[in-house]
């Protein structure tokens, strides 16, 4: 079983669209959670980092569900500029590795 | 901002050669990482390396790959004997410390291996 399993997408989505997208992860021991978002042929760059009682920036919202072992991402009003794809990425405590999923490809169409 | 660079951009090279590839890491940061991104596939990791040594290393992580810090700045992976299937995007990350913490990447190398 993978460590982290995303929906490949694509969502295609119209400006001002509100869209989420969800990761599951398989390791209980998990401890730390982020968003990435990777533009084409471009470095992973950190979107936000996901809290146990969830968290905001801006346009973005974040949750974590321990319970059913899945992080969510919650984009409201998308941007053209949002079209990228976003990489869910989760650590095991004490390991110094990060186990990405696969991504999630979001078009935003004007 | 400080970020992590990485050289060169692209690299070409012959099945058999050995190459390196050259990362500098932000500079008040302990924890190093290399991972690498076939085209189309998703981000995987190679090794982690921290304190002069290797902290973690995934089964790609084999033999043929190997890493070092020659210096106070630079921070090398190897591959000895190249193939085919090592093209790929090679991304170096850095971070503060390790465990939970963000790791910041640089913009990576294009390995064509021909």
């Known amino acids: 079983r993978k460590e982290v399993e995303q929906d490949p997408g694509p969502f295609n989505v119209p400006e001002g669209a509100t869209v989420a997208f969800n990761c599951t992860y398989s390791?209980?021991?998990?401890?730390?959670f982020f968003w990435y978002r990777q533009d084409c042929r471009k470095e992973p760059k950190l979107l936000m980092s996901?809290?146990?009682s969830g968290n905001e920036d801006g346009r973005f919202t974040a949750q974590l569900n321990r319970a059913s072992q899945y992080i969510s991402l919650l984009i409201r009003d998308s941007k053209l500029s949002d079209s990228a794809t976003y990489l869910c990425?989760?650590?095991?405590?004490?390991?110094?590795?990060?186990?990405f999923g696969s991504g999630t490809k979001l078009n935003v169409k004007p | 901002e400080p970020e992590v660079t990485q050289t060169p951009s692209h690299q070409v090279t012959q099945m058999g050669q050995e190459v390196i590839l050259r990362c500098v890491p932000i500079s008040n940061h302990l924890y190093f990482y290399w991972y690498r991104q076939i085209l189309g596939q998703k981000v995987e990791f190679l090794v982690s390396?921290?304190?002069?040594?290797?902290?973690?290393k995934s089964e790609i992580f084999d033999d043929q790959f190997s890493v070092e810090r020659p210096d106070g700045s630079n921070f090398t992976l190897k591959i000895r004997s190249t193939k085919l299937e090592d093209s790929a995007m090679y991304f170096c990350a850095s971070s503060e410390s390790g465990g939970k913490n963000i790791q910041y990447f640089g913009a990576g190398t294009r390995l064509s291996v021909l």
């Open positions: 996901v809290y146990s």
């Open positions: 390396f921290y304190n002069n040594e290797i902290s973690e």
């Open positions: 990425v989760v650590i095991v405590y004490n390991f110094n590795k990060f186990y």
């Open positions: 390791n209980s021991a998990s401890q730390s």
